[in-house]
Structure formats: C-alpha cells, structure tokens
C-alpha cells in the first residue's frame, strides 16, 4: 500500500510562508498545490522557485480548485482570526503561524470551529519540533538531569512586550514541551524603568495585538513542582544569541540555543570542576532531512510531525491546544504585570487582559503606531519622551 501524499496550499507568500513551502515542498510525502497572495510578484517569485503554477489572489477559490489536506496560514498576526475561520469552514486542516491570534477569545472560536468542522490544527512553533530541542526533551525524558527543578528562557532583546507575542511564543511552547503545562503566573513588568500604567497599553508591532512592558520578567509555575523564568528584556541591540533556554535539574543541566543543545552532568549547586563541561548532544531529526535542501530543518521537522499526524490520527506536537496554552500563558503575564498579581490558568475571562485594564481607566483607543518594528520602536521612545 502506497503512503499518502498531502497536499498543501500556502496562504500568505512572504518569509514565513516561503519557509513553509520550502519545507512541505521538500519533504517526501508533501506536494505544494498552491499559492496565494495579494501581491503578484510574491506568487511569481515563490511559484517561479518551486514550479507551482496554481497562483490565486482569493483563497477560497485556491481551496476549491486544489482541493489542498492543509493549507499553512503564514501572514501578520492581525489575519490569523478571520483567515483561520474562513479556511477552516472548508473542511480542511491548517498550519498557522505563531501566535495563534491576538488574543484568547479569537483563538478559542478558531478551535471551536475545527472541532466543528473535523479539521486539525497545528500552530507553527518549529523550534519545538526542531532537533535541538527533541533532543533536549529526550535527556529529560532519559532522566539525564535527574528531576527537572527550574527552567530558565531568555529572549532577543526586543521590546518586551511585543518579543512575548513574537520570538517568546516560540520560548514558551519549548518551554511547556519539557516541563508540561502552566498553572499560575506572577510578573513584573516595566517601561521607561517603571511599573507598566494603562497609559503603557500600546498596539505592538506587526499586528500582534495590545502589548505593555519594556521590561517583562515572568515567573512560571508549571505542572509537578517546577518552576521557571521567562525573560523579555528590551535590550539596546537585537541579539540572536541572547536567545536560549537553561533547564536546571536535580542531577545536570541542559542548554540549548536556535540548532545546538548541550548537557552537563553537573547540577548548578556544585562548584565547578574538571567534570563541569558542556557535551554537545546528537540532535534528533527526521532521517529523510537533507540539509542541502532550500528547506530549514526545524520547518521540515515541523512538515513532518504533520504528516505523521494525520497518518496516525493525532493531534500534532504543536497543536491547536498547545499553541492556545500559550496564548492563555502569554495574556497571563500581560495580566499579571499589569494587575501585579498572580494569574491561575486556564483564565475564565477570556477577553484580553490589556484592553479590559485600559477601558477600567477610562482610556480610549491609543493613537495608532506602525507596522514596521524599527519605525514602531521610533514611535514608541518618541511617546517616552526619548
């Protein structure tokens, strides 16, 4: 019996959605059907390179002619909501990029109607399926550590707020795929050096959604006694490899940073010696990956847990209830820093926490910023008086 080919439609043709394709694209039992976007020379630059010929500008129509199993929705935040709801309402499954939406409510309707509707959703967190961070949950799962104790994640260096909604969904995900769910969060958040105000609620860059804090420290409680810290500091430059995740343990410790994962057989409360050395590990990839392919391993190790998904009946390890955990995490620490309180998961008001604090202080709408970061992050020191 011959295995199935699942075909994908990409719905959005600019980074992300080159990256999907390239990935679905490359992998062995994928097939890109399709492209859609509403700039023409996207579809021609994206469809020139991997010879597909099926360009639309209305995905609906996309969906109807290809008749794709999936179709990756990998535009700004602000489209996810609607585009996930009108995709979703054809029956197919969805690959959509991270975050989920802006806020709970949102993404909570998107699951409700692929319930609904039969069809999947996996939110595309490719780091945690990536071969560094497999890696890092098999030491764990292997007891390398001893018992997991504390986790440790950092960001780029963005403007808080808004490296939670972007680079620290992707920390978070990791972060509950080696120590499970989050159960309470408390936070400090902090702008221009002071405690956030709801004058500090501000729209974030590229479209996703109501942010506060320049400054953002979180401390996690997560399922079986562990706990952790989740960093989103702005700093005066972006930097890749400010970007990585500690995990402390009873027994060692782990490292890992974008491709790279490292142990240490040396728990943190003993002073260093000669054993107190960091050992590579082997990272844990799909045997088919080939890295002089145009696809990203983590994105083709993300393809791949989808097509093992559905060929097995599961949900994949980035699915649409782990990609709304991370939601209901990342409104918790808005929340949190906001009310300067600690926030118990899941919430029960699912509205967002932001705009909730703001219209109790009589606020209005803020005026709107820019799209770009850089011109945003001009906008905003411009407001504090910088």
């Known amino acids: 019996m011959s295995e199935r080919i699942y075909r994908v439609a990409i719905l959005g043709c600019r980074g992300r959605g ?3 394709a390239r990935a679905y694209q490359q992998h062995p039992r994928c097939q890109v059907v399709g492209l859609c976007d509403l700039l023409p020379e996207r579809l021609e630059q994206l469809g020139d390179e991997l010879g597909v010929s099926a360009r639309y500008d209305d995905y609906g129509k996309m969906i109807e002619q290809e008749a794709p199993d999936i179709v990756a929705i990998s535009t700004g935040t602000e489209f996810h909501y609607p585009l996930a ?3 979703l309402a054809h029956g197919v499954h969805i690959d959509i990029e991270k975050p989920l939406c802006q806020g709970l409510d949102e993404a909570d ?26 890696a890092m949950k098999a030491a764990v799962d292997a007891g390398k550590i001893g018992e997991p ?3 440790l994640g950092s960001g780029k260096g963005y403007y808080g707020g808004y490296g939670l909604m972007n680079i620290g969904t992707h920390m978070v995900n990791n972060m509950i795929g080696l120590a499970g ?28 959604g109501w942010i506060a804090g320049e400054h953002i420290t979180a401390n996690l409680t997560f399922d079986g006694n562990v706990t952790g810290a989740l960093l989103q500091h702005r700093m005066p430059r972006v930097d890749s490899t400010a970007y990585c995740l500690e995990v402390l343990g009873t027994e060692g410790r782990l490292f890992w940073r974008g491709t790279g994962a490292w142990h240490m057989g040396v728990p943190h409360d003993v002073p260093a010696d000669e054993e107190a050395v960091w050992h590579g590990l082997d990272s844990i990839m799909p045997e088919h990956f080939d890295p002089a392919g145009a696809a990203s391993e983590a994105d083709y190790s993300f393809a791949d847990d989808y097509v093992h998904a ?42 967002h926490p932001l705009t ?10 803020p005026v709107e910023m820019p799209r770009p970061y850089s011109e945003w992050l001009d906008t905003e020191d411009l407001r504090l008086g910088r």
């Open 149 to 151: 104790r504390f986790l």
């Open 181 to 208: 769910h989050v159960r309470s969060v408390t936070a400090t958040a902090l702008t221009a050096g002071h405690p956030v105000t709801p004058e500090d609620v501000i729209p974030a860059a590229s479209g996703m």
């Open 18 to 20: 080159t990256a999907a």
């Open 356 to 365: 909730v604090w703001r219209a109790e202080a009589g606020l209005g709408e």
């Open 109 to 134: 309707q998107v699951l409700a109607i692929a319930a609904a509707q039969g069809g999947r959703v996996a939110v595309h967190h490719q780091g945690r399926t990536g071969g560094a961070m497999r």
């Open 310 to 351: 559905l060929d097995e009946g599961r949900q994949h390890l980035c699915s649409g209830a782990e990609g709304l955990h991370v939601m209901e995490i990342l409104m918790a620490i808005f929340e949190a820093g906001a009310r300067r309180r600690q926030i118990d998961l899941p919430q029960v008001d699912r509205r």
């Open 85 to 87: 709801m009108g995709v």
